[in-house]
């Protein structure tokens, strides 16, 4: 299928888009306009990201001393990318919106992350907007925030420091007051910034007129020390070039200079940088530190920030979703047309007989069907994410606030489980094309070089199985696991209404099961050892095991919608095979994962440091 | 552990490697000629080897239109290699060799395999120098095999074309005789090929005298018609350039010719070429196309070839291990002097302690402990291949053909599995790192790429696993199964022995018993559809649970030599976690693979084409 039917499938069919246009917000669109968009973003990224994207993989950013030096299509797909509105699409018609739901907007995104998932760094722009439209004053909102909608600043966050990637209590990045005025600045409390800030993408480049970085610091006490623990930290706005209050350029760099890029495996398109802040390179208006223009409430800054990293997990299981759909994409189209051996059995074996076409081999099936098992399930579970972020939104109150926490839930795993199990979709994308995958002339090497990324950047695999099992199973009394509990078993039950679906709905229901009981026992171990340790040391099978259930949830409902077209559609057909596939060959893996986890496994805690 | 450390237990506790000194052919040998061998190894790839490992990724091979330009690194780490008697360290003293058995031979090469996989390709210039030993005529012996084992000429293996990869019956390369003479020739009756060879390493390069090319290719019948099948293959000597009865160059090219380089992910140490075969680019003695010598009989190529394939992919299982090895030192240095965050629990919680060395955390001890338990647990069952490959050839007639079958039997296992396993530990090894893992500032990522070849080379997983359900385990009546489940069941009787090893015995029979009653499920498909086409539809999975029993098998069988020593040694305690560590958390997954086969699962192969 191509990915626009697939879309629109879930969209329409599978989710109910249609019914976000019966709110006031969104009373102006309807399924024409929706596709309207779809089809802007279609083809932008087919002909402004898509051809570009092994260029800016082999043509690497580099410094010059002065600037940093970027392939011309970047310049060109980030223009045609602003110019589309896509930027603002979920925005207020006021400020140049489309008034488009989230939803929607992410569903757009997904041709960009499939034909470069790299060249656009628009959701970190998006995002920092984003929050500030939540969170910036008003004047915070229209310089910085308007300005990134419509597409003349891009932002970055700022968060990892060369000593602190995962632990952001550790951050040393001071801010101390700039003056003793500093709290007249109409945008914002100003303070001045030194510190150093490492992995910050796009945090260097000339693709627009200008960078707003959003950057954790801690105000030092009366005594001039730092806070311990993420208490102790404030968000600052701090923009490469300083600006008036209507947004315009002073003419001031600030002291926000770009210590060194990164040279990375993949993911090559987009600037990935260390940047010093206050080191003095570019001082500016007499005195040490970069200008910063404080967000909220000091101490509130992580809070604050979590509004931006929530939706930058959402965003990063999206692109390792889109990854894994093209290198489905890539290796269905080449085992189609590669001729290679014969089929087994004694017809099979007669070797004057033409070769066939791989995909006609059941192992290269397997492969594929994996594939789009993996990516297609991905897929659908971000736009449910999108889809509850709406609800968050636009929805009536009781709901609004169910959606809210049952994505507090889902989120780990829309972030972690595309990350896993679509660089596994990569990984089997390239044995497709054997030796030729393992080329540069094919892009499937480029797809599991970039996707290898999403475990690691916005909270790595072991922060996000913490946080599932730490923080997210268990917060507001447990609630958020019952809303998704009780999903799960509305799925359970309409699909026991279909002979077809039955085995399966009953499969899903003891899968569950093991894992809600996992769940329990996992934190009976907290009990009797008086610490989270070994509850949390198999935080990471046990997430696999989660996130497996919840695809297998996933799977199940696209079915209970696919089911009724089987007979006429091939493309339910497919959605059908990929459940088929999903029960009989992934969900029984939960079993080995849960086991440790249940049984308070200490294997890998026992093992004294000098044995390994 | 230090590799070395780890190589001298599993060679001297656990093999007995010392026994191979009482057989006459290696009675010069002892414990220090080993320990000397292994010295010198470890100091070449340790100066020569392991500072170029980046050097030769960064500077691919590249065609100056007359010669392939290699980094001069390259060179020296080759000439070092050569001088140091490796080439032919397995071979007789009457040619120059040390009469080493092979399993040293083996452990002799894991530390280049570590330092950088693709510098050397010496690899193939044994197997190839190996199967001529075998196979060759006296003549070819002495001309062209002993002039790869003292270092002058390098070998290769030419099976696949661009229009078959793994399906060898479609081989196109057409070998004529060469005259009306052509069978008085005295280096082998002398043909003419024409053709095109793909994916052949190490194809061309300036790095020795000569390359010797082994050739697939086929001779027409009197209509000038190709023969189909595998039953059509014979086997060819190719030089690059043509020798005389001395081995001496006779200064005429002969017409091979680099076509193209293969511009590859990784493993770019060693050239890989498309070589043109008698295109006519460097005419030869007034005919068209390229001189080559028939070693063995027309028809018999496939069988002779399978000498030097099995020696392949036990090397490639090897170079694989390596790689996860390397990925586990790598990350195990990195984990014990990075600092992040804090334990979990109250005290871990005071952000006012300094922070903790990662390996401090549980799931980075899970990460290190996973890739221990694979690279060393690869690195044993290669080394017991090495070791069956002597008992076939020194030992007593009876246990030299068990050695045989267990062998053809283990060989699949061999390859496949570091290849799978050991990149996992590498993924895993660049998850240690963080975001620096992600860089190319550590050597992590590289040797993920590097790894990714393994998987496909030598036949790919599809390949092997075909092999191993489709043929091993029922060849010669099912004998080679029958011998390793008598070993597995060997273990499992001397682990009862001791208490705590006893679960993981009784542990270990059980998931052995469901291994074989897979196979025999899987084959009842084969009976009640009059067609192997579903049984071997879930080869792979099926592979995958066979490893994995092995692998346990592996482990209990170590721990059994290792519990003695458990109270003071922590090595020994190390490979009990290992032990402990494939038990509690790998084992277990073998139910989900076994599910599919047992029942003859046909997901895969019902799905209609178009509803990919």
Known sequence: MALRDTLEFLLYDWLDAEALTRRPRHADHSRETFNAVLETAERIAREKFAPFNRLVDSDEPRFDGEKVILPRATYEAREAY??????????????????????LESAANTFFAKASVSIGANMLTSGNANLLMAHGSALQQTVFAHNAFNGRFTGTMCLSEPQAGSSLSDVATRATPDGEDYESEPLGPRYRLRGHKMWISAGDHELAENIVHLVLAKIPDARGQLVPGVKGLSLFIVPKHLVDVHGQLTGERNDVALAGLNHKLGWRGTTNTLLNFGEGRYPVRGAAGAIGYRVGAPGDGLRLMFHMMNEARIAIGMAATMLGYAGYEASLEYAKVRPQGRLPGAAGKNAAMPQVPIIAHADVRRMLLAQKAYAEGALALNLLAARLVDEQHTGAPAGADDARLLLEVLTPIAKSWPSEWCLEANSLAIQVHGGYGYTRDFPVE???????????????????????????????????????TAR?????????????????????????????????????????????????????????????????????????????????????????????????????????????????????????????
């Open 488 to 612: 799960i078993q509305s799925t359970v039950r309409r699909a026991s209404d279909h002979a077809a679906l039955q085995p399966w709905a009953r499969q899903l229901e003891q899968a569950w099961q093991q894992v809600l009981q996992a769940t329990e026992q996992a934190w009976q171990w907290a009990q009797v050892e008086g610490s989270p340790t070994r509850t949390l040391a198999n935080a990471v099978p046990y997430m696999q095991a989660f996130g497996h259930g919840v695809l297998a949830w996933i799977w199940l409902d696209v079915a209970t919608v696919a089911q009724a077209a089987a007979a006429q559609s091939t493309a339910a057909q497919g959605r059908l095979a990929c459940t088929r596939y999903f029960f009989h060959y992934e969900l029984p893996k939960i079993g080995a994962w849960l086991q440790v986890v249940a049984q308070g496994d200490t294997t890998c805690i026992d093992v004294p440091l000098e044995a390994f």
């Open 446 to 484: 480029q797809y599991w070089r970039d996707n290898r990324l999403n475990m690691i950047h916005e909270g790595t695999h072991g922060i996000q199985a913490n946080d599932l099992l730490g923080r997210k199973v268990r917060m507001e009394g447990g609630r958020g696991l019952q809303l998704l």
């Open 82 to 103: 602003a110019a589309s509105g896509l930027l603002s699409a979920a925005q207020d018609y006021a400020i140049g919106g489309m008034q488009l739901p989230f939803l």
